[in-house]
Nanobody, 119 residues
Framework: QVQLVESGGGLVQAGGSLRLSCAAS????????MGWFRQAPGKEREFVAT????????YYADSVKGRFTISRDKGKNTVYLQMNSLKPEDTAVYYC????????????WGQGTQVTVSS
């Protein structure tokens, strides 16, 4: 049973930083992309960043490029999202997700962690 558990959300002032963690368990993720998504109130869920577990290729949404960094620690089976220069529009519930490299659909999702950025 795959489990993704996010942590690290909270309240921060604009310009501040947070680091989200996603602890993954239940299988080996060597053939997976791990992604971060977010959903703000009244909006659709949107892609934030993704990383390939094996070769560390990363991709970012234009809205977070240069401010957010996705990484993973194989030994800890954990994916991170370092968020710097936070803006009020980054306020959302952030979700960790996983998909096989051979598909486009994310099959596994965490429960989400709230990030609130005050102005």
């Amino acid at each position: 049973q795959v489990q993704l558990v996010e942590s690290g959300g909270g309240l921060v002032q604009a310009g501040g930083s947070l680091r989200l963690s996603c602890a993954a368990s239940g299988r080996t993720f060597s053939n997976y992309f791990m992604g971060w998504f977010r959903q703000a109130p009244g909006k659709e869920r949107e892609f934030v960043a993704t990383i390939s577990w094996n070769d560390y290729n990363t991709y970012y949404a234009d809205s977070v490029k240069g401010r957010f960094t996705i990484s993973r620690d194989k030994g800890k089976n954990t994916v991170y999202l370092q968020m710097n220069s936070l803006k009020p529009e980054d306020t959302a519930v952030y979700y960790c997700a996983a998909r096989l490299t051979t598909t486009h659909k994310y099959d596994y999702w965490g429960q989400g962690t709230q990030v609130t950025v005050s102005s």
